[in-house]
């Protein structure tokens, strides 16, 4: 899967979606999508990641604790 990062607009292609889709890991294995050359594997912080649309990542993906409002309330 692809996704742009948000401070150079650089595509970033995710290695593991597993840790992608898991909000208790903060980072993603990726590497750019930029030149000919495949750049080696890095880490990216979830948070400075976006849908190449522009669409921020789903909370479900980011915050394992974004629902806890809700629960408290019911």
Same mark, same amino acid.
């Given at each position: 899967?692809?996704?742009?990062?948000?401070?150079?607009?650089?595509?970033?292609?995710?290695?593991?979606?597993?840790?992608?889709? /898991? &909000?208790? @890991?903060?980072?993603?294995?990726? @590497?750019?999508?930029?030149?000919?050359?495949? &750049?080696?594997?890095?880490?990216?912080?979830?948070?400075?990641?976006?849908? &190449?649309?522009?669409? /921020?990542? &789903?909370?479900?993906?980011? /915050?394992?604790?974004? @629902? /806890?409002?809700?629960?408290? @309330?019911?």
């Amino acid at each position: 899967m692809f996704l742009k990062h948000t401070s150079n607009g650089h595509l970033v292609e995710v290695l593991a979606l597993q840790d992608l889709f /898991d &909000p208790h @890991r903060a980072n993603v294995v990726g @590497r750019y999508n930029v030149g000919e050359e495949m &750049p080696e594997p890095a880490l990216f912080d979830k948070s400075e990641l976006m849908f &190449p649309s522009g669409e /921020d990542l &789903p909370n479900c993906w980011l /915050d394992a604790h974004y @629902r /806890d409002a809700e629960l408290k @309330r019911a």
